[in-house]
C-alpha cells in the first residue's frame, strides 16, 4: 500500500495567544509547534496499515509550511513514515481551497492507493482541506473516519457524527480524514528519531493561485471569569437553569 | 610425606583446579556486560568496605538476624587462619601456626579459633531454626532457593562441630590445653576414649572437616551462596552509598554517532556491575520486604530483579560457553540466545511498578543496585520500543509540549503570586537588581492548586524573613525529571538542557525549591549536564532562617498537636534529609509532639507516587497511598506532616479515603501559620 | 439583492435543530445583502417533502426537495453535485451550511467543485461591499478570526447553536429538482446510520457530561448523576480518578489525566474537589457547573457557574428542574 498522509505544523495550545499589533494575526514569539493531533492520527493509522501488509509499501508525509515543518515531518518518519515531502510557503493563505489546490498538485501523480488527512487542524479550524483535495483530484472522500477495514480495493469505515455514526463503503484509491477515537498515536522511541534523521525529506515550494479567504482581523474572546456562585443550596436552581439556557446556551 | 598427605594434595589440587575453573568462567561472564569505570574515589570504596563489608553496617539494621549473621561472617574471617592451618596439615601433618608463631601470637590464635567456632554455631543454630521453624514472610513468595540455604547451613554447623571435635580429641591425644578454653570443656565428652580413639576421631573429623571445606569453595560459584565470596568486592565497587550523588541516574550519551542501543533488554546491556550485583545476591529478601509496590501486592519483587537477572546471565553465558567461539548453535540453543532479559526473565508490568522509593538499595546488605537495573530496563522500553503504560502518554507528550507533565499554560504558572509583590529574575533584570536565591517553584507548585497553597506559604516565609529572592515565573519548565524517571531520557535531556540554559542565563547560584524531586534533580543529577548549582529543600532552608530567628514567629500559643512527619524517598533516601523537617516543626510548635510511624526515616514507605507512579494507574493490589495512609494515621496523629507537594497529594488522598479529617500540610505551611503579621525578629 | 441557498441538514429522515438554524442564518445573510430569497435544498428518501412545511417555517422562501431513495441515506458525492449545479446557476449568491459532520463534509466538496472559497464554521456573520464578513474560532477557539470571503458564489458554513431558530413563516412554496448525478453511482455509499442511544452516549461523543467525585461518598449515589444525565437525554456520566480507583465506575469512564480527555458543551462536576488530575482532562469544557460543599475547591475557580451546596440536597432539584426544562424547550 502506498499512503500519503497530510500533515500540519500547529502551535501548542496550552498558552496565552496575543494578538500582534495590527490586529491581524496570532503572535509567533514563544510559541512552540507540533504535529497536528488529528494529524497523528492519520500517521498512527497509515503506519498501522503498512504494518497490517507486511510492511510492503510505502507511508509519505506531506506538510504544507514554513521551513521549519521540517521538524514536524521528522517527528512523523521517526514515527515510522518513509519519507516526506516540505510544500514550502513563509505565508500560508486562510484560503482552504488554495491549500487544497497546492496539495493536490502534489499528490496527483503519486500514486496513492490511501490518502489521510486529520480531521481538523487545530490552528485554522478550516476542515476542509482533505475534502477538497478529495474534490479536485476525484477521489471518493469520507471524513470524520474512526474505524477502517479495507479489503484489497474496497473499504467500509465508520464516520463520526454528533452523538451518531454512519457506516459508509467505498472503494479504493480514496481519501480519508481521520478523527478522534481510530487510534492512539505511538510516541517516536529514540531510535525512530535516529533512524528518521537518515530518511529521504524533499523541499518543493508551494503554489499558490488565487485567494478568496483572508482573514481581516484577529481577537482573544474575553477572559473566563472565576465561576459565579449561584447559592448554597437548590434554591440557586432555578437561576442555573435560566443562565444556562440564555447566557450559555447549552440548555 | 606420607599416603594420605599424597590423597589429600590430590583433593586438593583438583578443588583448586575445579574452583579456579569456575572462578574464570564467572569473571569471563561478567565481561559480557558492558564496561564501566569503577575504580574511581578509592578511599570511599575502601571506607564503603570497611563500614558496609567487614563491619557489617547494612545486615546489622535487623538487630537479631543481622548480628547472628555477622557472628558468622566474623567467624569466617577469623577462622580462615585456621582453615589455612588445616589445608596445610593435609600436606604437612604434623603443621600448626606455633612452629611459626611467637608465643604471644599463637595463644590468642587459639583462643579465637576455640571462641568464634561457638560463635559460628550458635547462629548458625539460630538460622537454621529461623528457616525451619520460624519461616519469615521475607524468605518466601518468591521462587528463590530457601533448599540450599538449610543445605549450607547444615555444611557450616558440621565445619564448627568437627572442627570443635578436633581441638577436644587432640586434647585428649596430649595436645597443649593453653588456651583451649571451649574444648577443655568438651574434653569430658571424650574421657571414655582411649588417646589412640581419640586420635581416630580427630583425624576422622579432620578429613571430614578438609573436605567439606574444599567441597563447600566449590559448591559456591553455583549457588546462591556465591555472596561469600563476592559480596565484599561488590561493596567496593558498588555506588549505592558513593562515590558520586546518592540515586543520579547513569548518565547517558544521546548523541553517541554509533549507539544502537539506549538501555537494556539483555544482559550484556548492562554493566558488569549490574551482573555482579547478580552474583552477590543472596536471595535474603531484605529488598523485597521493604518494596512499597511489593508489600502492596504488586508483581514487582526487587530480589527478583537481581535474581532473574543472574539467571538470565547464567542461561545465556552458558549457552554461549556450549557453542563456543565460531561454533554453531543448534535450534534449541538459539533458542535460548533470542530470548531476552526483558519480557522472558523480568515482565513490563513489575517494572512499572517501580516507584523508584530507594528502599531496596538502601536495605541492601551488600549495595546492590536494584534500582539501576529497573531503570536501564525502563530506558529501553521507552526508548527503543515506545513501550510504556498508556496513560504515560500524555504526560511525555505534554512535557514535550507544554514544558509540564500536565497540559497547562505556562503563562499560568505564576499565577499564584498575583498582588504577591514577587519580582521574576527577567523582572531584576530589567531593574539591574539581584537576587541571593532563585525560588523554583516546580510544577506541582505552579499548577496544582492544592499545592499552590504551599508556594504561597512558603513564599511568605521568605518574604518574613526578607530574604531577596525571585521566580521565573513563565520561563519556569519541568526538568524533565519525571520523564527520565518514566525511562525517556531523549526527553529529559532535551528539557534539562533548556532549564539550565535558562539558569544559566541569569547566572543563577543558589536555588530553593519545596519539591524533593526537583530538588534531587537539580542537585543530583544536572551536574552530569554541567549545570552547577547550590540547590537546597525548602525544610532545610527554613530550618536554617530558623536557626538564625529570621523568621518572626509565634510560638507560644496554640494548642498541644501530635503531628506526625512522613518522609519523602527524595528527600530522604536520596538525600539524607531526616532532621531538617522534624527540627523546623519543633521550632514552630515547640508544644507539640512528632511522633513517629513504624516505618520511617530511612526505612519511610514511599506515598506511591515516585518513578512516574503519579502518572499511572494503581489497579493491582492495595494502593501504595492508602498504606501509607492508614500507619500515618494509626500513630494517633492530630495532624500529618510532609515536604513534598507529590506526598501531599498521595497522603491527602489516602486520608481522605479513609474517612479521616486530619489535616495534611506541608512543613511551610505549618510554619506559615505561626507567623507574625507584620513581624519583626528580634 | 441577493439570494441564499441552504442545506437543510437531515439525520435518519427527520430535519435535525440545526437546519432551522441554518435557514434562519441564511435568512439573515438574504436580509444582510439587501433582501433575497432563501432557497431551502431538503433531500431525502420518499416521503421527505413532508418535512418542507418545517423549513417554511423558518423563513424559507422556497424548498428544492431532492426525494430519491439514493438519498435515504447519506449521500455526499450526489449531494455535492446538485448543490454544486444549483450553485452554478447564478441564482445565488451565498451557499449556506451548518457545520456539522455532514455539513463540514458536503460543503468543501461543493466550494471545491465551484472552484470558490469556503468560510466554516462562523459564530457571526455580515456583508461588507457584497464580502461576507464572519466570526470564526482558532487555535482550539482561543482566538476569534474575522474572516472576509469574496467572489461569487460564496460558501459558508455557521456554527451549530450559534444562530438561535426563529420563526418567520412563510407560505410552503416547494419545487421538486433532480440529483445532479445518479444517486445509485455514488462512490461512497452510507450503509448504515448509528444513531447514538440517548441513555448510553460515549464520554467523547456526549455534549453534556455529569461527572461525579468522592463527594458523592458512595458508589449507589452515582445514581444521581444517572438520573440527570437521563434528564438531558444527550448526556453521559464521568467520573474522577478517586472514583474509578475506588471501583465505583468502570475505569473507562475516568476523565482526567489518566483517563479521557473531553470537552463537551456543558460540564457538570458533582462533588468533584478539582485534582490538577481531574482538571488537566476536562477544563477545556465549553460551559463547566460546580456543585460541591467546599467553596475552596479549585474547581470553582475554572468554571463558569457554582453552587456551593450539598449535592444530595441539590441535584435532585436540578434534576427535575432540567426535566422540564428539556420538557418545553
Not at chain 2, 602 to 631: F, H, P, Y
Request: glycine letters at 8%; aromatic letters at 6%.
Amino acid at each position: 500500500m502506498k499512503i500519503a498522509v497530510c500533515i500540519k505544523r500547529v502551535p501548542v495550545m496550552e498558552v496565552k495567544f496575543v494578538i500582534t499589533a495590527d490586529g491581524t494575526r496570532v503572535e509567533e514569539t514563544g510559541l512552540k509547534y507540533d504535529i497536528n493531533d488529528f494529524d497523528l492520527w492519520a500517521i498512527e493509522a497509515g503506519l498501522q496499515l503498512k504494518e497490517k501488509h507486511n510492511n510492503v509499501g510505502e507511508v509519505v508525509v506531506i506538510s504544507l509550511g514554513p521551513d521549519t515543518a521540517q521538524e514536524q515531518i521528522r517527528k512523523a518518519m521517526a514515527m515510522g513514515a518513509d519519507r516526506g515531502i516540505l510544500l514550502k510557503t513563509d505565508s500560508a493563505p486562510a484560503d482552504g481551497l488554495a491549500i487544497a489546490r497546492a496539495l493536490a498538485a502534489e499528490l496527483k501523480d503519486g500514486g496513492y492507493d490511501l490518502v489521510l488527512f486529520g480531521r481538523i487542524a487545530i490552528d485554522s479550524m478550516n476542515q476542509m482541506t482533505g475534502p477538497m483535495v478529495a474534490e479536485l483530484l476525484d477521489l471518493p472522500c469520507v471524513t470524520n473516519v474512526f474505524k477502517l477495514e479495507i479489503t484489497g480495493a474496497t473499504a467500509r469505515a465508520e464516520r463520526a457524527l454528533e452523538g451518531a455514526s454512519e457506516v459508509v463503503e467505498f472503494p479504493l484509491p480514496a481519501l480519508l480524514t481521520i478523527d478522534d477515537g481510530m487510534n492512539k498515536e505511538r510516541l517516536p522511541s529514540l531510535k525512530g528519531i535516529m533512524a528518521a534523521k537518515k530518511k529521504p525529506l524533499e523541499i518543493k515550494a508551494a503554489q499558490f493561485s488565487d485567494v478568496r479567504v483572508t482573514i481581516t482581523k484577529m481577537a482573544l474572546p474575553a477572559d473566563r471569569a472565576a465561576a459565579r456562585i449561584l447559592g448554597d443550596s437548590s434554591a440557586a436552581v432555578p437561576e442555573l437553569i435560566r443562565l444556562l439556557q440564555t447566557e450559555a446556551k447549552v440548555l | 610425606m606420607s599416603p594420605s598427605n599424597i590423597v589429600f594434595a590430590i583433593i586438593l589440587v583438583v578443588a583448586l583446579g575445579f574452583f579456579t575453573r569456575s572462578a574464570q568462567r564467572l569473571n569471563r561472564w561478567l565481561k559480557i556486560g558492558r564496561d564501566e569505570n569503577r575504580t574511581d574515589h578509592p578511599d570511599v570504596r575502601t571506607k564503603n568496605l570497611l563500614l558496609i563489608g567487614l563491619a557489617q553496617t547494612k545486615i546489622l539494621r535487623d538487630p537479631i538476624g543481622g548480628m547472628m549473621h555477622a557472628l558468622v561472617f566474623w567467624g569466617f574471617c577469623i577462622l580462615a587462619l585456621g582453615t589455612v592451618e588445616i589445608l596445610i596439615q593435609g600436606l604437612y601433618t604434623p603443621f600448626t601456626w606455633d612452629l611459626l608463631l611467637p608465643r604471644f601470637l599463637y595463644l590468642p590464635y587459639v583462643v579465637s579459633q576455640e571462641l568464634f567456632a561457638v560463635f559460628v554455631l550458635i547462629p548458625v543454630a539460630y538460622l537454621l531454626y529461623r528457616r525451619l521453624v520460624i519461616k519469615p514472610a521475607r524468605f518466601s513468595g518468591d521462587p528463590v532457593h530457601g533448599g540450599d540455604a538449610v543445605f549450607i547451613l547444615s555444611m557450616i554447623a558440621t565445619l564448627m562441630v568437627t572442627l570443635l571435635i578436633i581441638f577436644a580429641a587432640d586434647l585428649r591425644t596430649g595436645a597443649s590445653p593453653d588456651g583451649r578454653i571451649v574444648s577443655s570443656l568438651l574434653l569430658p565428652l571424650f574421657g571414655g576414649l582411649t588417646p589412640e580413639s581419640a586420635h581416630t576421631v580427630s583425624r576422622v573429623s579432620w578429613w571430614i572437616h578438609a573436605v567439606l571445606i574444599l567441597y563447600f569453595l566449590n559448591h559456591l560459584p553455583g549457588s546462591k551462596h556465591l555472596h561469600v565470596l563476592t559480596s565484599l568486592i561488590n561493596v567496593w565497587f558498588s555506588n549505592t552509598s558513593g562515590p558520586g550523588r546518592l540515586g543520579a541516574m547513569r548518565p547517558m550519551d544521546l548523541e553517541a554517532e554509533d549507539a544502537e542501543q539506549f538501555g537494556a533488554s539483555d544482559v550484556e546491556h548492562l554493566s558488569w556491575k549490574n551482573l555482579l550485583d547478580g552474583y552477590s545476591c543472596t536471595e535474603c529478601g531484605r529488598c523485597t520486604a521493604v518494596c512499597p509496590a511489593n508489600i502492596t501486592g504488586k508483581l514487582l519483587s526487587p530480589r527478583m530483579i537481581v535474581v532473574n537477572t543472574r539467571a538470565r546471565l547464567t542461561e545465556k553465558a552458558s549457552t554461549l560457553d556450549a557453542i563456543g567461539v565460531g561454533g554453531t548453535a543448534t535450534a534449541e540453543q538459539q533458542a535460548v540466545l533470542d530470548k531476552n532479559l526483558l519480557d522472558d526473565w523480568i515482565t513490563e508490568e513489575e517494572l512499572w511498578a517501580c516507584t523508584s522509593c530507594r528502599a531496596c538499595v538502601q536495605e541492601c546488605p551488600v549495595s546492590i543496585d536494584q534500582l539501576d537495573i529497573i531503570n536501564e530496563l525502563r530506558r529501553d522500553l521507552v526508548l527503543m520500543e515506545s513501550r510504556f503504560p498508556e496513560e504515560l502518554q500524555p504526560a511525555l507528550t505534554s512535557l514535550e509540549r507544554n514544558g509540564s507533565p500536565w497540559a497547562f499554560s505556562a503563562s499560568d504558572r505564576a499565577q499564584w503570586a498575583e498582588g504577591m509583590d514577587i519580582p521574576t529574575m527577567a523582572e531584576l533584570v530589567e531593574r539591574g537588581e539581584k537576587a541571593d536565591i532563585l525560588f523554583w517553584v516546580g510544577c506541582m507548585g505552579s499548577f496544582d492548586d492544592r499545592s499552590k497553597k504551599i508556594t504561597v506559604a512558603f513564599a511568605r516565609i521568605l518574604q518574613a524573613a526578607n530574604v531577596r529572592f525571585a521566580i521565573l515565573g513563565q520561563e519556569e519548565t519541568c526538568h524533565g525529571d519525571p520523564a527520565r524517571r518514566m525511562g525517556n531520557e531523549y526527553l529529559y535531556q532535551m528539557l534539562a538542557k533548556g532549564v539550565i540554559e535558562t539558569l544559566d542565563g541569569y547566572a543563577v547560584k543558589t536555588i530553593v525549591t519545596f519539591c524533593p524531586h526537583c530538588f534531587h534533580q537539580m542537585g543530583n543529577e544536572f551536574p552530569d549536564l554541567g549545570g552547577n548549582y547550590e540547590v537546597i529543600h525548602h525544610t532545610e532552608y527554613i530550618e536554617r532562617l530558623l536557626a538564625d530567628g529570621r523568621v518572626p514567629l509565634d510560638t507560644e500559643h496554640g494548642e498541644r498537636l501530635k503531628v506526625a512527619y512522613h518522609d519523602s524517598c527524595y528527600l530522604g533516601r536520596y538525600n539524607d534529609i531526616y532532621d531538617a523537617p522534624r527540627t523546623a516543626l519543633k521550632r514552630a510548635l515547640p508544644i507539640m509532639e512528632l511522633v513517629e510511624p513504624p516505618r520511617t526515616k530511612d526505612r519511610g514507605l514511599c506515598c506511591g507516587a515516585g518513578g512516574g507512579r503519579m502518572w499511572m494507574e494503581e489497579n493491582v493490589g492495595k494502593r501504595v497511598n492508602v498504606e501509607r495512609s492508614e500507619e500515618l494515621l494509626a500513630t494517633g496523629a492530630d495532624q500529618i506532616a510532609v515536604a513534598c507537594p507529590f506526598c501531599m497529594t498521595m497522603i491527602t488522598d489516602g486520608v481522605t479515603g479513609a474517612g479521616s479529617t486530619v489535616p495534611v500540610l506541608d512543613i511551610s505551611e505549618v510554619i506559615a501559620a505561626r507567623l507574625i503579621p507584620g513581624g519583626v525578629t528580634a | 439583492m441577493a439570494n441564499v441557498l441552504v442545506f437543510a441538514e437531515v439525520r435518519g429522515g427527520e430535519l435535525r435543530k440545526v437546519a432551522y438554524e441554518a435557514v434562519t442564518a441564511a435568512r439573515a445573510l438574504a436580509e444582510l445583502s439587501g433582501g433575497g430569497s432563501v432557497h431551502a435544498v431538503l433531500a431525502g428518501g420518499a416521503g421527505i417533502d413532508a418535512k418542507a412545511e418545517a423549513l417554511a417555517q423558518y423563513g424559507a422562501d422556497s424548498v428544492l426537495v431532492l426525494e430519491h431513495a439514493g438519498f435515504t441515506q447519506y449521500n455526499p458525492e450526489a449531494l455535492a453535485a446538485t448543490l454544486a449545479q444549483r450553485l452554478e446557476s447564478g441564482t445565488y449568491a451565498y451557499g449556506l451550511f451548518s457545520a456539522t459532520s455532514q455539513g463540514r463534509d458536503l460543503s468543501p466538496r461543493v466550494a471545491a467543485k465551484l472552484g470558490v472559497g469556503l468560510a466554516a464554521d462562523l459564530t457571526g456573520l455580515a456583508v461588507t461591499e457584497g464580502a461576507v464578513v464572519g466570526q470564526h474560532f482558532q487555535n482550539n477557539g482561543k482566538v476569534i478570526a474575522t474572516l472576509t470571503l469574496t467572489g461569487s458564489p460564496a460558501v459558508v458554513s455557521v456554527r451549530p447553536a450559534a444562530f438561535q431558530p426563529v420563526v418567520n413563516a412563510r407560505a410552503l412554496a416547494t419545487e421538486a429538482i433532480t440529483s445532479a448525478t445518479d444517486p445509485m453511482a455514488s462512490r461512497v455509499k452510507t450503509v448504515e446510520l448509528k444513531q447514538g442511544s440517548a441513555d448510553k452516549l460515549d464520554l467523547n461523543d456526549a455534549p453534556v457530561i455529569v461527572a461525579g467525585g468522592r463527594g458523592l461518598k458512595a458508589p449507589e449515589h452515582f445514581a444521581l448523576c444517572d438520573d440527570l444525565a437521563a434528564a438531558f437525554g444527550n448526556a453521559a456520566v464521568g467520573a474522577t480518578r478517586a472514583v474509578t480507583d475506588e471501583g465505583w465506575r468502570p475505569h473507562s469512564d475516568q476523565i482526567g489525566q489518566t483517563g479521557r480527555n473531553v470537552s463537551p458543551d456543558l460540564y457538570i462536576a458533582v462533588g468533584i474537589s478539582g485534582a490538577i488530575q481531574h482538571l488537566a482532562g476536562m477544563r477545556t469544557s465549553k460551559v463547566i457547573v460546580a456543585i460541591n460543599k467546599d467553596k475552596d475547591a479549585p474547581i470553582f475557580k475554572i468554571s463558569d457557574y457554582g453552587i456551593v451546596g450539598d449535592v444530595f440536597e441539590v441535584m435532585p432539584v436540578l434534576t427535575e428542574a432540567v426535566r422540564k426544562a428539556k420538557a418545553e424547550g
